[in-house]
């Protein structure tokens, strides 16, 4: 029996020792990662999250981005929150002032659009976090939006791609905004505008994007838009339509919403924009139409109509530059951010301005990387443009 107890002893003091070595052992080579990190230029990397604390998981999101931070020995970090006379455009810029090398935007599509129109052109990368209701770039991105440490490990990791951000101007109602607004996904005016600006907050709230379909639904029958319309194309051709009916007019960076393709030729990396015209008759019939052409280009992936389609168009056509003149002012949207209602519009684009940290390539293209050296490499370059 003794016998027996001697070899239990012996055989947990083994174990004892053999815990503790690999203990020590992880404990060294933890130090010595901290060392290397240290040691590295390119890893000396200074975070700044943008964070929008009007978002319900905000502040559990900011605990989880310190600890997560802290685990991987990361301690150049720090905060700026949006508030509503500070957007994420202005908190960009004064991370970008104070320092930081890549700032992340924690926040749904309005605070990423903002903090990419500062870092649009400044050579230093942005990240994302999404945590809003439709997280519609992220998604194109592929950023995943229910998986909180992946996206913060995407934010903080040194793979990046150049995307291209799209700009709308209101010449008459903003003349001193020289940067327009900036947009990611898609920017319009007419029906779709006017359908987000009366989505009801907690409808959206409980049923998440759903919710603008309801809004939808109340102004089917508003009345149409009207306007002179000039589109230039990338080869320096212009279309010109000097009275354009129209129930929306879209102009696309990404085309991928949740469930359809509004958009299926858009790419955010190709220099150009995706306009389209969106046009109904007949009432509830063209309506039914236009759902029916959705559908049938999501199912293809390209932009055409269904070819029994009627009461319904969508004309699609890629550009570099839009400007619409209007009988009366009219809703506009980025993102779906609402802008003062304006008769003046103009869209424009700019090409592979915008650094964003990814996962990985997107199929078929090539995802750049990027030291901090490259980085400011890239805004030394465009300082001395």
């Given at each position: 029996?003794?016998?027996?107890?001697?070899?239990?002893?012996?055989?947990?003091?083994?174990?004892?020792?053999?815990?503790?070595?690999?203990?020590?052992?992880?404990?060294?080579?933890?130090?010595?990662?901290?060392?290397?990190?240290?040691?590295?230029?390119?890893?000396?990397?200074?975070?700044?999250?943008?964070?929008?604390?009007?978002?319900?998981?905000?502040?559990?999101?900011?605990?989880?981005?310190?600890?997560?931070?802290?685990?991987?020995?990361?301690?150049?970090?720090?905060?700026?929150?949006?508030?509503?006379?500070?957007?994420?455009?202005?908190?960009?810029?004064?991370?970008?002032?104070?320092?930081?090398?890549?700032?992340?935007?924690v926040?749904?599509?309005?605070?990423?659009?903002?903090v990419?129109?500062?870092?649009?052109?400044?050579?230093?990368?942005?990240?994302?976090?999404?945590?809003?209701?439709?997280?519609?770039?992220?998604?194109?991105?592929?950023?995943?939006?229910?998986?909180?440490?992946?996206?913060?490990?995407?934010?903080?990791?040194?793979?990046?791609?150049?995307?291209?951000?799209?700009?709308?101007?209101?010449?008459?109602?903003?003349?001193?905004?020289?940067?327009?607004?900036?947009?990611?996904?898609?920017?319009?005016?007419?029906?779709?505008?006017?359908?987000?600006?009366?989505?009801?907050?907690?409808?959206?709230?409980?049923?998440?994007?759903?919710?603008?379909f309801?809004?939808g639904?109340?102004?089917?029958?508003?009345?149409?838009y009207?306007?002179?319309?000039?589109?230039?194309?990338?080869?320096g051709?212009?279309?010109?339509?000097?009275?354009?009916?129209?129930?929306?007019?879209?102009?696309?960076?990404?085309?991928?919403?949740?469930?359809?393709?509004?958009?299926?030729?858009?790419?955010?990396?190709?220099?150009?924009?995706?306009?389209?015209?969106?046009?109904?008759?007949?009432?509830?019939?063209?309506?039914?139409?236009?759902?029916?052409d959705?559908?049938?280009?999501?199912?293809?992936?390209?932009?055409?109509?269904?070819?029994?389609?009627?009461?319904?168009?969508?004309?699609?056509v890629?550009?570099?530059?839009?400007?619409?003149?209007?009988?009366?002012?009219?809703?506009?949207?980025?993102?779906?951010?609402?802008?003062?209602?304006?008769?003046?519009?103009?869209?424009?684009?700019?090409?592979?301005?915008?650094?964003?940290?990814?996962?990985?390539?997107?199929?078929?293209?090539?995802?750049?990387?990027?030291?901090?050296?490259?980085?400011?490499?890239?805004?030394?370059?465009?300082?001395?443009?």
């Amino acid at each position: 029996m003794n016998g027996w107890l001697m070899a239990l002893l012996i055989v947990v003091c083994v174990l004892v020792v053999v815990i503790g070595i690999i203990a020590v052992i992880r404990l060294v080579q933890r130090h010595r990662h901290a060392q290397v990190v240290a040691a590295r230029s390119d890893d000396q990397v200074r975070y700044t999250f943008v964070i929008n604390p009007s978002k319900p998981q905000a502040e559990l999101y900011r605990e989880r981005i310190r600890t997560y931070c802290l685990e991987h020995d990361i301690t150049e970090i720090s905060f700026i929150d949006t508030q509503l006379d500070k957007s994420g455009r202005i908190c960009a810029l004064e991370a970008l002032e104070k320092g930081a090398d890549v700032v992340i935007a924690v926040g749904g599509d309005g605070t990423v659009r903002t903090v990419a129109s500062a870092m649009a052109g400044s050579g230093h990368a942005m990240g994302i976090i999404p945590i809003g209701t439709g997280n519609l770039f992220a998604r194109n991105m592929g950023i995943p939006v229910d998986d909180v440490d992946a996206a913060i490990g995407i934010a903080i990791s040194h793979g990046s791609r150049r995307v291209d951000i799209g700009r709308l101007s209101l010449p008459d109602e903003e003349p001193n905004n020289d940067h327009g607004h900036a947009f990611l996904i898609i920017a319009g005016i007419g029906f779709d505008a006017l359908m987000i600006d009366d989505t009801d907050p907690v409808l959206k709230k409980n049923i998440s994007w759903l919710a603008y379909f309801v809004s939808g639904a109340k102004h089917l029958f508003a009345p149409k838009y009207h306007a002179a319309v000039r589109i230039k194309r990338a080869d320096g051709t212009s279309i010109v339509e000097s009275h354009l009916a129209f129930r929306t007019f879209m102009a696309g960076n990404c085309g991928q919403i949740p469930v359809f393709s509004l958009m299926p030729d858009a790419s955010f990396n190709d220099g150009l924009l995706d306009f389209e015209v969106i046009d109904t008759s007949g009432g509830l019939i063209g309506w039914a139409n236009l759902f029916g052409d959705v559908v049938h280009q999501t199912i293809v992936k390209r932009a055409e109509q269904h070819p029994l389609s009627t009461n319904s168009r969508i004309d699609q056509v890629q550009g570099i530059e839009a400007e619409l003149r209007l009988e009366k002012k009219v809703p506009v949207q980025v993102d779906g951010d609402m802008l003062p209602a304006a008769d003046h519009v103009l869209f424009s684009v700019d090409h592979d301005s915008l650094i964003v940290r990814v996962p990985e390539p997107v199929a078929g293209e090539t995802t750049a990387q990027f030291r901090l050296e490259d980085l400011q490499r890239f805004a030394k370059q465009q300082e001395a443009k």
